[in-house]
């Protein structure tokens, strides 16, 4: 018995010396050029493991084992042969630009490992730059994003399309993506100001944000699936470093000033133009009170002039501060901040604050355990003014009102005009209306991250996006809305949404060799969204001094609502390569949402991609011209899910819509047919890359080819009557986009005291209607949606001339009987004798042939100048303003441009004569009014000194920038409105804002700024 453990003892100890021989361990230290210790190196074989601080490392590996790789952040990979048990490695710097990291979605991945089409915007091409929202960072700068804010409003909506509209019915913005968290986008306003929406991402402060990535094509975006076919934008904000803390103060105070008036008439030339109008129309002796218009018939020259535009435009100021501290050790990372923004507006009544802070945190726990958090607060102040085709606005009632009486009475009460008792005094708009928007915004993320094994980490975070938006506005007595109500107007919105998240990521990193990398990764995702809102409107007040709607005599509306939808996706994802040059990458996901129909509750979205980095290959290695040459083409299929909560279901509406003996009796009726077939609307894109580098990568070119092709579009198909229903969501329709997208950095200069670079971006898209569900038809205030042409596209007559005499009116095709000398001469397009609604055509599209932007940074020693330009290039704006201020049919204001008009002395014009009630039509929709809405504009200019280090170090200041910069300081355009930046779709529905952009009408215009400011840091 004895002999038996004896025998063990003797087995065991030879297996474990067959083990030993078999494994070795090997030592070594890794150093940069210059020989300097690198910290956190990855040294891979069939284990892996990191460097110290000194730069050392221990490793286990096999006597098999040949190599050893060794990888680092901003140093070129290299594989090293084992020789000996000891290495000393020295790693090489590489190309900022290839080593740089990309968040891609579930992960990173260095810029020349990308297989899709990502672009990344860092936050030093936003520094300084007066930003209410993070949206606006990317007018101009990223290939293939346009960027058109609807107004000018502070805090207004922006609409951001990647390769261009994809929708009709449903939403056409990205998806936004903020550390993990999706974001709740959109306006949650109820109460009615005209055409202008608030927007849910100006709560978040530009200055928080380290980088913006932009997924474009659909390999890039696949891992969102269902909600990736409008691209995804990800912010990542600034977290923590391994360093001493930095405290950092940022601050920049400015003025700004309206970019343009439109010259009107005055009170004598008002009068003058009315007079001639009736004339015109009513024979050469009626006068104005013969049309019921009351003290227009006196002598043109006894009438004061009120220029309206210079009582509500003003300097503004606009001012942002900041505070931030950043830093940490090898366990702990912190990045805590604090900011305060304020913009004032050109038009009286107008603000915005912000009131923000945010804390990041980072704790490596143990050597496998890393948990992190982030907790953003935000609280906004919108005091809002009507505008953007409302006729009790201020810049709206500025333009429509007549010049031609003084803005207050004697008694120093605000003035009307007697023929005009729909539009408000400009003044009293401004001043007399309350109108507030407060929003409350908390985004928090909790994540923790455990390494199960060297190449196997699992990752678990849970999110949520709360926003509280709550509204109200009174309209006083001493007001015309207010007025009749009667006796004030009151109206209150509430809103909340709470957006929950958890996401499940399981990254695998095997082994294989020196020469093949693979990383799997696989994600449970589960999100669930409720929204809650109430609306209440009242008049008839006891004074103007109490506003509440418990205050009113008279409720006029009473509503509340409640919704929710919930997501469930699943994906997988693969990226491989093989010496670094052939890379590969293949996704799969899986969603299921609430949003579509029953028998269509799940999607499948799959892509793939590929890149061959031909500047890796033999022949091109050391070439002195191409330093980096690669090759890419993705392929992939992406969902739409903004398509509405309810789509797909029967509906019915409650409520008191049935009456009994004279008396309203609750009760529900029918209200929408249901359709569990309803699917999602996809996307399948095809995109083909090129990235080139030259002379050392001091030149970079991105090309991209695309073409994207959104099937299964939600719309409204026609029933007949008798069903009880007059139509029903469906999938029918189809559009494409398809587009060219280049991009190029230089430097130029680059010594030991000056630099100087330049980045320039231009993209193409030609949208299309392939297919509707239904007849062509109008949107919005002029625009047509037809098979065959872009959405935006606009419709209407075009015109020939002015008609010079009778003879030629009864030469003419006809047009009414009331046409005659002066009057718009129309296009006979079907040449049947008669203009008739099918004389009309497209007339031109809101979409550019093509956009983009410029800038150049030239540094010399502690100055730095930088320069963007923003260019757009073929789209059509319709001027609906226009339509108005150059009608002469009735009693609104008028341009000075119809100074120019046709009379029988002057008729070399393309301005018809004045004719009072328009018998004529002369303001029928025409090219008159879609003008050329292309621009160039010096979008930023920012001069900034830091200064010398040998001044700051006895106050013991880390640094100290002081700039000044402009904004919107010149615009080269043909366009005759205010601002040809502009997309007024005149609603805020998403269909709306698809099919009807590109129109200006009475829209607040954006405005000029110089602002001056300093960054110290301690």
């Known amino acids: 018995m004895r002999k038996l453990p004896m025998l063990l003892y003797v087995l065991l100890l030879a297996c474990t010396t067959q083990l030993m021989a078999q494994n070795l361990t090997i030592t070594g230290k890794v150093t940069d050029e210059k020989g300097n210790p690198l910290s956190g190196v990855s040294v891979t074989g069939k284990n892996s493991v990191t460097t110290a601080q000194d730069g050392s490392f221990t490793i286990s590996i096999t006597k098999n084992e040949k190599n050893l790789t060794f990888s680092y952040v901003g140093f070129a990979t290299q594989v090293k042969k084992i020789e000996g048990s000891s290495l000393q490695v020295s790693l090489a710097t590489e190309e900022k630009s290839l080593s740089e990291v990309v968040v891609v979605g579930y992960g990173t991945q260095k810029r020349k490992e990308l297989t899709g089409a990502v672009f990344k915007l860092a936050d030093s091409s936003l520094n300084n730059i007066p ?55 959109g306006s949650y306003a109820q109460v009615d100001v005209g055409g202008q929406t608030t927007n849910a991402l100006s ?29 995804v934008i990800l912010i990542t904000t600034k977290r923590g470093a391994n360093q001493q803390t930095k405290v ?26 009315v007079q001639e109008a009736v004339k015109n129309v009513y024979g050469s002796t009626a006068l104005p009170s013969s049309r019921s218009l009351s003290g227009l018939d006196n002598d043109p020259s006894t009438y004061p002039t009120t220029n309206w535009q210079d009582l509500i435009f003003k300097n503004a100021p606009i001012q942002n501060y900041e505070l931030n501290m950043r830093g940490g050790n090898d366990k702990t990372k912190f990045f805590v901040s604090a900011g305060y923004f304020d913009q004032q507006a050109t038009i009286i009544g107008s603000e ?28 906004s102040i919108n005091n809002r003014i009507n505008n953007d085709n409302n006729i009790y606005g201020v810049l709206s009632s500025a333009v429509l009102l007549a010049p031609y009486f003084n803005a207050y009475k004697a008694d120093g009460t605000y003035a009307y005009d007697p023929n005009n008792g729909t539009v ?80 499940n990521i399981l990254t695998y990193r095997p082994v294989i060799s020196a020469n093949h990398h693979l990383t799997l990764t696989g994600v449970a995702s589960y999100q669930e969204s409720r929204a809650e809102s109430m609306y209440g409107s009242a008049s008839n007040y006891p004074g103007d001094g109490i506003r509440r709607l418990s205050a009113a005599s008279t409720i006029k509306s009473l509503t509340s609502a409640g919704t929710s939808y919930g997501v469930i996706g699943y994906l997988a994802r693969a990226n491989y390569d093989y010496l670094g040059k052939y890379l590969f990458s293949a996704s799969v996901r899986r969603d299921g949402s609430s949003r579509v129909g029953s028998l269509s509750r799940w999607g499948t979205f799959p892509a793939v991609s590929g890149a061959w980095r031909v500047s890796e290959e033999d022949f091109l290695k050391g070439n002195s011209v191409i330093s980096d040459l690669k090759i890419r083409g993705s392929w992939g299929k992406l969902g739409n899910s903004e398509l509405g909560n309810f789509a797909s279901r029967s509906l019915v509406s409650p409520g008191a819509n049935a009456t009994f003996s004279g008396a309203a009796t609750p009760g529900l009726y029918p209200y929408q047919l249901g359709n569990d077939s309803l699917r999602w609307e996809s996307s399948i894109q095809t995109d083909l890359g090129v990235e080139v580098g030259l002379f050392k990568n001091r030149i970079q070119l991105v090309v991209d080819l695309y073409n994207k092709t959104t099937n299964n579009l939600i719309s409204n198909k026609s029933l007949v009557g008798s069903s009880g229903f007059t139509s029903v969501s469906t999938n029918i329709g189809k559009v494409q986009n398809k587009g060219l997208e280049i991009g190029i950095t230089s430097t130029n200069i680059t010594n030991r005291d000056i ?189 900034s000194y830091n200064l010398p280090k040998q001044w700051l170090n006895k106050l013991k200041i880390s640094n100290v920038k002081v700039f000044a910069q402009a904004q919107n300081l010149v615009t ?47």
């Open 131 to 185: 930003l209410s929202g993070p949206d606006q960072a990317l007018r101009g700068r990223v290939p293939g994003v346009t960027v058109s804010q609807s107004s000018g409003t502070p805090g207004a909506s922006i609409n951001v399309q990647i390769r261009g509209a994809g929708s009709i019915s449903s939403s056409s913005q990205p998806l936004y993506v903020i550390d993990g968290v999706i974001m709740n986008t």
């Open 203 to 231: 709560e978040i402060n530009p200055a928080d944000i380290e980088s913006f990535e932009v997924l474009k094509d659909a390999a890039a975006a696949a891992v969102y699936g269902a909600r990736g076919a409008n691209g």
């Open 248 to 273: 950092g103060l940022n601050a920049s105070y400015g003025t700004q000033s309206v970019i343009k008036r439109m010259p009107t008439l005055t009170g004598p030339e008002y009068v003058a133009l």
């Open 352 to 379: 915005y604050k912000r009131y923000n802070t945010r804390i990041n945190l980072d704790n490596q726990v143990t050597s496998r355990l890393k948990i992190s958090g982030g907790l953003s607060l935000s609280r």
């Open 424 to 503: 408000e005094n400009p003044l009293a708009a401004g001043y007399l209306r309350y109108n507030v928007a407060k929003t409350n915004r908390v985004l928090a993320n909790f994540s923790g991250e455990y390494k199960i094994l060297n190449s196997l980490t699992f990752k678990s975070q849970v999110s949520a996006d709360y926003i509280d938006y709550n509204e109200a506005a009174f309209a006083p007595s001493t007001t015309l809305e207010g007025a009749s109500g009667p006796n004030g107007v009151g109206k209150e919105g509430y809103s909340k949404e709470l957006n929950l998240m958890n996401e």
């Open 755 to 943: 630099t100087w670079t330049t980045s320039l971006n231009i993209s193409f898209n030609k949208n299309k209607i392939l297919k509707l569900a239904s007849a062509a038809y109008s949107s919005g205030l002029g625009s047509w949606v037809q098979e065959g042409e872009a959405l935006g596209s606009f419709r209407g007559y075009r015109v020939a001339g002015i008609f010079q005499s009778t003879a030629e009116v009864a030469s003419s095709p006809t047009q009414n009987a009331s046409t005659t000398a002066g009057d718009i001469k129309f296009k006979d397009l079907t040449h049947d004798g008669k203009i008739l609604s099918d004389d009309q055509e497209i007339l031109g599209s809101a979409n550019p042939k093509y956009f983009g932007g410029m800038t150049n940074t030239l540094t010399y020693k502690g100055f730095e100048l930088s320069v963007f330009f923003q260019f757009v290039e073929g789209n059509k704006v319709l001027n609906y303003t226009k339509l108005y201020g150059e009608g002469m049919n009735s009693i609104y204001g008028q341009f000075a441009s119809t100074l120019d008009r046709w009379t029988p002395t002057h008729t070399n014009t393309n301005v018809p004569r004045a004719a009072y009630g328009d018998p004529s039509l002369n303001r029928r929709l025409s090219d008159r009014f879609v003008e050329d809405g292309s621009y160039a504009r010096l979008k930023n200019i920012i001069l």
């Open 972 to 1018: 080269w355009t043909k366009y005759s409105g205010f601002d040809p930046e502009v997309s007024y779709s005149g609603a805020s529905s998403a269909t709306s804002t698809n099919t009807a952009p590109g129109t200006d009408f009475l829209t607040y215009p954006q405005s000029r700024a110089f602002t001056f400011g300093a960054n110290i840091s301690f």
